[in-house]
């Protein structure tokens, strides 16, 4: 009953192109940080120096993004692409200290 009066916020505007590319930055910034919080973790914890530098190669490209995104030209943000390197990094160093807490390896 409630649901049905119920308006949603205007996450983005009608008018500022360059409001939206912030807003979708710090979105997906948000969006993907936890994931990679718990693989960082889980990578830290047997691979710490591996872990810390694809975090930092992760975090430093999370800024080229957010700067390239800011710009208002959301192809721009493609200029980060080099964070996969962290990112799945460190998704690989997670998947490894799980396989040797089975004993696979």
Known sequence: MFAL???YP???SDKEQVFNCIQRA???TL???PQW???QTIAA????LSASVLGAI???SRFSYAWGYYTGDPSKR???AYGYIGYLGVIILSISVALQLLGVF
């Open 37 to 39: 919080l718990v693989f």
């Open 5 to 7: 009066r119920l308006q």
């Open 45 to 48: 914890l047997v691979y710490p």
């Open 78 to 80: 493609m200029r980060s």
């Open 31 to 33: 969006e993907v940080y």
């Open 10 to 12: 205007a996450m983005y």
């Open 58 to 60: 992760w975090v430093t």
């Open 26 to 28: 710090h979105q997906n």
